[in-house]
């Protein structure tokens, strides 16, 4: 299944084509999911451009949700293992709906290293991509942990493969998300790390959530590509600036 992510600047219809993109290849698809949201939904992606979705990830959680049920734009968050340096740990989530609307079970976890001189490391993995370069957007979320209280100073450094990024300082009660775009990501995968600001007297890092998209390099598609029985075209109602689509594809083995 891939998940695109598209905006516009106006109302009405957009029409969704597969075409073949070599010799011998013929569109299908077996089923699409649109979902219109508010304009305040991923508001940094550039207008009139795709997005697809490389990760959406809940660390600190072992087990999975039913998206229909607890997000509601349905919205898969996947589990992933533990880095070993980190420990799970149960968070304070923010009931005032934070930037993209994460459900309420994603920010009631989060993992934190062990240490504060202990960085955590976590990879991103590109390798659908056909470009080996390209402009990726990262959102992160930070939720703080049930024991934090305001006399405490969290404060993490964000790297993207080596490159400081951003610096944040966590508050209580509060998630703060973080949007870094565009980030030129030039290989199959990108590291990210945060590390703690002032490891000697600051507390360990800590993440709570993590959302990847990939840009989609516009194509332009010419009428010979779409002509005959390749052509395969529909019409979605607009109704707001951001549409997710869900496009599920079986991929033919023999």
Request: proline share 6%; charged share 15%; glycine share 4%.
């Amino acid at each position: 299944m891939e998940e695109l992510v598209y905006t516009s600047e106006r109302s009405g219809f957009m029409n969704l084509c597969l075409a073949q993109r070599k010799d011998g290849g013929v569109p299908f698809i077996s089923s699409i999911q649109a979902i219109p949201t508010g304009d305040d939904l991923y508001s940094k992606m550039e207008s009139n451009e795709t997005f697809r979705l490389v990760a959406r990830i809940n660390y600190g959680r072992d087990d999975e949700f039913d998206p229909s049920s607890v997000d509601d734009y349905e919205r898969a968050w996947t589990s992933v293992t533990t880095p070993p340096n980190c420990i799970n740990v149960s968070a304070i989530p923010d009931f005032k709906s934070p930037e993209n609307d994460p459900p309420l079970f994603v920010l009631q976890e989060a993992i934190e290293s062990v240490n504060a001189s202990s960085p955590i490391i976590l990879t991103i993995d590109f390798s659908k991509s056909s470009s080996p370069s390209q402009l990726a957007y990262f959102v992160l979320y930070f939720t703080e942990v049930l024991n934090f209280t305001s006399e405490n100073s969290r404060t993490i450094n964000i790297f993207i493969d080596s490159v400081l990024m951003s610096t944040i300082t966590t508050s209580l009660h509060k998630c703060t998300v973080v949007t870094l775009f565009p980030v030129h990501v030039k290989a199959s995968t990108a590291n990210v790390t945060l590390a703690a600001a002032n490891s000697s007297v600051g507390l360990p890092p800590l993440i709570t959530a993590m959302e990847v998209f990939a840009k989609v390099n516009a194509t332009n598609v010419t009428d010979d590509s779409i002509a005959g029985d390749g052509r395969a075209s529909m019409q979605f109602s607009l109704l707001s600036f951001v549409m997710m689509l869900c496009v599920s594809v079986l991929a033919n083995l023999m």
